[in-house]
């Protein structure tokens, strides 16, 4: 069984998955970036009833449907969260383990930064990606 388990920078709190993903993507989007601080967020997304989360954990609505995670004492994104759908995803930094990251796609690379070379050969979409 996959095991995918990390945490913030502090360690106040922790979090386990013990469950297949549903998938994992890198998300170029402008709300993934600034919610990061980054070009760009890698994520592994799971049902939210297979995800643990243990600690304080502190959440901001980065849009009506969608709530980042993150530790209130060191600041740490490690979770998006979208409650309608029942899923979340994790950010592979926030792993302890971060080359378990096994990237299916890049989505929203229209907002991609333009120093971004995506060369890895997997499939891009400009915006969301078809249904599956």
């Not at 709300?31 to 990061?36: D, E, N, R, S, V």
């Not at 979770?79 to 989505?107: C, K, N, Q, Y």
Request: charged share 20%; with cysteine.
């Amino acid at each position: 069984m996959a095991r995918y388990q990390g945490g913030c920078l502090c360690g106040a709190v922790r979090y386990l998955a013990e469950a297949a993903p549903i998938n994992e993507r890198v998300c170029h989007c402008r709300l993934c970036q600034k919610a990061l601080g980054a070009a760009f967020n890698a994520r592994v997304l799971f049902r939210i009833d297979d995800v643990t989360v243990d600690g304080p954990l502190a959440t901001v609505n980065s849009s009506p449907d969608l709530k980042r995670g993150f530790c209130p004492r060191c600041g740490t994104t490690m979770f998006s969260r979208r409650d309608s759908a029942g899923i979340i995803g994790v950010t592979t930094g926030s792993l302890d383990d971060p080359s378990v990251f096994r990237p299916e796609m890049h989505i929203w690379t229209a907002s991609k930064q333009p120093w971004v070379q995506i060369v890895d050969g997997l499939p891009q979409y400009e915006g969301a990606p078809p249904p599956a």
